[in-house]
Each structure stands twice: as C-alpha cells, then as structure tokens.
Nanobody, 119 residues
Framework: QVQLVESGGGLVQAGGSLRLSCAAS????????MGWYRQAPGKQRELVAA?????????KYADSVKGRFAISRDNVKNTVYLQMNSLKPEDTAVYYC???????????WGQGTQVTVSS
C-alpha cells in the first residue's frame, strides 16, 4: 500500500513562505507524476502544481500560483516539495499530495496538511 506523508503546513502571515514536503513509501519513479492539490472550505479541490517523473521533470502550475510556488523532487529521499513564497490569504486551504500511475490507472493521496495565511 502506497503511503504519502505530508508535512510543513502551518500558519504564516501574508507575504511569508512555507515549504511543504511529501514523502512517498515507494520510489517516486514508480509514479508517472506527483503533484499538490488544495481545497479551501466550500470549494472544489484544485491542482496547484505537478511534476512528471521523467528525466526532465516537467512541471505545471495553476495560474494563481505561477511565479510564487515551485515544485521540486528529491529522487534519493523519494520526496516532492512545494516551496510557497509571497503567500496570500487566498492560498489558505488544506494541501494534499497526489501520486499517479497510468498502468493500471490509480491515484494515491496523502492525508492533507493545513496552510493558513493571515492578512
């Protein structure tokens, strides 16, 4: 059973930074891609950032976080990170780590970590 363990959430003032970590129990190269999603109260879960497990590590970001957030991976630690800078109150949400496989198609989720940005 794949486990994804997130850490790094917390309370920060607007303009501050946080770094989220997602440690996988399997090699991250056993997945096709990994990413971070978030869900604010009363809203749908949305993709924040994703990275492929190809050699190049292609990345994708939501328009709302481009230029402020950066996703990266540590191949040795089997960990994916989300560096969040210039945080805004609207970034407040529960952030979830996701890992996806294509064959067979399956998604794995972490338990979520709360990020709260105060104004």
């Amino acid at each position: 059973q794949v486990q994804l363990v997130e850490s790094g959430g917390g309370l920060v003032q607007a303009g501050g930074s946080l770094r989220l970590s997602c440690a996988a129990s399997d090699s991250i190269f056993s997945f096709n891609a990994m990413g971070w999603y978030r869900q604010a109260p009363g809203k749908q879960r949305e993709l924040v950032a994703a990275i492929t497990m190809t050699s190049g590590g292609n990345t994708k970001y939501a328009d709302s976080v481009k230029g402020r957030f950066a996703i990266s991976r540590d191949n040795v630690k089997n960990t994916v990170y989300l560096q969040m800078n210039s945080l805004k109150p609207e970034d407040t949400a529960v952030y979830y780590c996701n890992a996806g496989r294509l064959v067979p198609p399956r998604d794995y989720w972490g338990q979520g970590t709360q990020v709260t940005v105060s104004s």
